[in-house]
């Protein structure tokens, strides 16, 4: 299966640390990669490959895997961090799927 | 500095087509694939396919296989994505992006699909 499954929602503290997860049978086989997506803007690439930030990232942002399933850590959130989050990985057939995507609250 | 510039908003009856185009710079247009990638209303990200510029070679979602056309010119640093069939629950945010891991997104555009 091609599907990617994350939890709808997750709420931390401010200046805590929190992970989102995603699980699915293509990240054994394939890195996924995370978007943070604020309301009314574009998706904006946060993680890809084996934990790599994209240029003006924060360090905050760190990823990992294990078996089928991704994860995305943000150490200390800030306010600026609420956003929905979305994994990202190939699929079968040089196709390409997206997680249904976490709310995150900054509390 | 790289950039996607999509077309504007447009509205559409059922049963109508619409061409979303997208519009890169500061970057190498060939060699690079464009993904377009739909978000309905509230909801989440969807792949709905990509397009080759170099050989104009697709891959599409197969949800959409059998309605959208994804294109290219070279000329003009453009791809563009076309939707058959229009019914409401196509109403979206329609964004394309690059195939360099999606790291470039065009900012979107808003198709509302009503009778």
């Known amino acids: 299966s091609s599907e990617l499954t994350q939890d709808p929602a997750v709420s931390v503290a401010l200046g805590q640390t929190v992970t989102i997860t995603c699980q699915g049978d293509?990240?054994?086989?394939?890195?996924g990669s995370w978007f943070q997506q604020k309301p009314g803007q574009a998706p904006v690439l946060v993680l890809f490959?084996?934990?790599i930030r994209p240029s003006g990232i924060p360090d905050r942002f760190s990823g990992s895997t294990s078996g089928n399933t991704a994860s995305l850590t943000i150490t200390g959130a800030q306010a600026q961090d609420e956003a929905d989050y979305y994994c990202k990985c190939r699929g079968a057939g040089d196709t390409w799927v997206f997680g249904g995507g976490t709310k995150l609250t900054v509390l | 500095q790289v950039q996607l510039v999509q077309s504007g908003a447009e509205v559409k009856k059922p049963g109508a087509s619409v061409k979303v185009s997208c519009k890169a710079s500061?970057?190498?247009?060939?060699?690079?694939?464009i993904h377009w990638v739909r978000q309905a209303p509230g909801q989440g990200l969807e792949w709905m396919g990509y397009?080759?510029?170099?050989?104009?070679?697709?891959k599409y979602a197969q949800k959409f296989q059998d309605r959208v056309t994804m294109t290219s010119d070279t000329s003009i640093s453009t791809a563009y994505m076309e939707l058959r069939r229009l019914r409401s629950d196509d109403t979206g945010m329609y964004f394309c992006?690059?195939?360099?891991?999606?790291?470039?997104w065009g900012q979107g555009t808003t198709v509302i699909v009503s009778s």
């Open positions: 992006t690059r195939d360099m891991g999606m790291d470039v």
């Open positions: 293509s990240l054994r086989t394939y890195y």
């Open positions: 490959g084996e934990n």
């Open positions: 500061g970057y190498r247009f060939i060699g690079n694939p």
């Open positions: 397009v080759h510029p170099d050989n104009g070679d697709t």
